[in-house]
Nanobody
Framework: GQIGEPGGGLLQAGGSVRFSCAAS????????LSWERQEPGKERELVAG????????EYAPSVNGRFTIYRDDVKRTWYLQMNSLKPEDTAVYCC???????????WGRGTQVIVSS
């Protein structure tokens, strides 16, 4: 199986962007999905996560109310809608799929986001 997300780029503070991550080669509906990010010199942090059913989500306090994660099991894709961007959102963003039911843990390559003020 594999997953992949398109590239990020340079964004303006206050702006919005939506990232998507597409999956193939595994039982998508059995996987919890998330987005994580890592800033230079810092540890990777969970940005947003969604359960296998899509009924529950969780967010880092710093993005709660600004970012939204959702999944489309038909398209085998999950999304991160990022609104009201701030310079502190600058990081490498990476998508992840992990299953609580089987031995699977997939990571995207990561995409660089730079938010300028």
């Amino acid at each position: 199986g594999q997953i992949g997300e398109p590239g990020g780029g340079l964004l303006q503070a206050g702006g919005s962007v939506r990232f998507s991550c597409a999956a193939s080669g595994f039982n998508f509906s059995s996987y919890a999905l998330s987005w994580e990010r890592q800033e230079p010199g810092k540890e990777r942090e969970l940005v947003a996560g969604i359960t296998t059913s899509g009924e529950s989500t969780e967010y880092a306090p710093s993005v709660n109310g600004r970012f939204t994660i959702y999944r489309d099991d038909v398209k085998r894709t999950w999304y991160l809608q990022m609104n009201s961007l701030k310079p502190e959102d600058t990081a490498v963003y990476c998508c992840n799929a992990v299953s609580p039911y089987e031995d699977g843990d997939y990571w995207g390559r990561g995409t660089q986001v730079i938010v300028s003020s």
